[in-house]
């Protein structure tokens, strides 16, 4: 049964590194939550290395100037590793061919598309209409607030070609601010269940964690499996793909479980064992807000 504490101070010094979600955990897709901020300066000072695991669509260089607008300084993070640098990678390997169609506002981070320098050979991508193309990019909606339902025409098609539809963000929906938006996993899923093949690389799936563990190397860092904590609110995602990775998981239930599982600023007890049986999951620790 999960451990309920008050602060990530209670069990910090287990663990030598973090991988922590950003989105209802550090930033609500708006602004930093200013109690987690500090919670992370504290973990580094102590001798803790931070990554950020994230299943945003952007590079981690867009990531890093988003956390900036969102007020996230660079003293609560060592590296960042991203679902859309773990997609990316893919990408440039082909997996989904040269001639690709792509979902999303992509526009917003166009690095997505420039070529990675650890790819040798890299395919040459290109953007077509959705009839010539060889597979699909998703990094999100034409519209987050759209049902997913939209795109099954499309879906159809793609489906008769025979299509791969690469997942950049295999998040189902996120919160900003108060609104609720879909993200490209409620897309991939409906493409899965609709008979077509969705190829992940975010949480819960191994590619993103992969990608962690060399970010933590590249610092220097040897860090024992035992040793790393995997902080996130996605139940599906940072608590499945820790349990799946054989790591110790701090949930956060103020972020997208906070209806299921709350009354105030920490979980109710009973409210989170019944979701937790539910999701048939078992976080090692949870907490109301990363503090």
């Not at 506002?105 to 395919?123: C, R, Y």
């Not at 963000?169 to 996993?185: H, Q």
Request: net charge negative; proline share 6%; glycine share 12%.
């Amino acid at each position: 049964m999960t451990q309920i504490i008050q602060s990530l101070d209670e069990i910090s010094s287990r663990y030598d590194a973090a991988f922590v979600d950003l989105w209802g955990c550090l930033h609500n897709g708006e602004t930093a939550y200013p109690e987690a901020v500090e919670a992370m300066r504290r973990y580094r000072a102590g001798g803790g290395t931070v990554v950020l695991v994230t299943n945003s669509p952007k590079s981690r260089t867009g990531v890093e100037g988003q956390l900036a607008e969102f007020g996230v300084p660079k003293d609560a993070y060592d590296a960042i590793a991203t679902s859309g640098d773990s997609a990316r990678a893919a990408m440039f390997r082909g997996v989904v061919g040269e001639k690709v169609y792509v979902m999303g506002a992509w526009d917003s981070d166009k690095g997505f598309f420039e070529p990675l320098d650890v790819i040798e050979n890299p395919v040459t991508i290109t953007s077509v209409p959705l009839e010539d193309a060889t597979g699909i990019v998703c990094v999100g909606p034409f519209d987050p607030m759209a049902d997913p339902s939209v795109n099954r025409p499309d879906f159809l098609y793609a489906k008769q070609k025979g299509l791969k539809l690469l997942c950049a963000n295999p998040d189902i929906v996120v919160d900003r601010g108060s609104k609720r938006e879909w993200c490209a996993g409620a897309l991939a899923r409906l493409y899965t269940e609709m008979g077509g093949t969705s190829l992940y690389f975010g949480k819960p799936h191994p590619p993103i964690y992969d990608l962690a563990r060399r970010r933590l190397a590249a610092l220097g860092k040897d860090v024992g499996e035992n040793s790393i904590l995997a902080i996130g609110d996605g139940i599906g995602t940072d608590v499945a793909g820790a349990m799946g990775e054989n790591l110790d998981s701090l949930f956060i239930t103020g972020g997208l479980a906070a209806g299921e599982t709350h009354d105030g600023d920490q979980p109710d007890p009973a409210r989170l064992e019944a979701y937790l049986q539910r999701e048939q999951t078992s976080p090692t620790y949870t907490i109301g807000h990363l503090r």
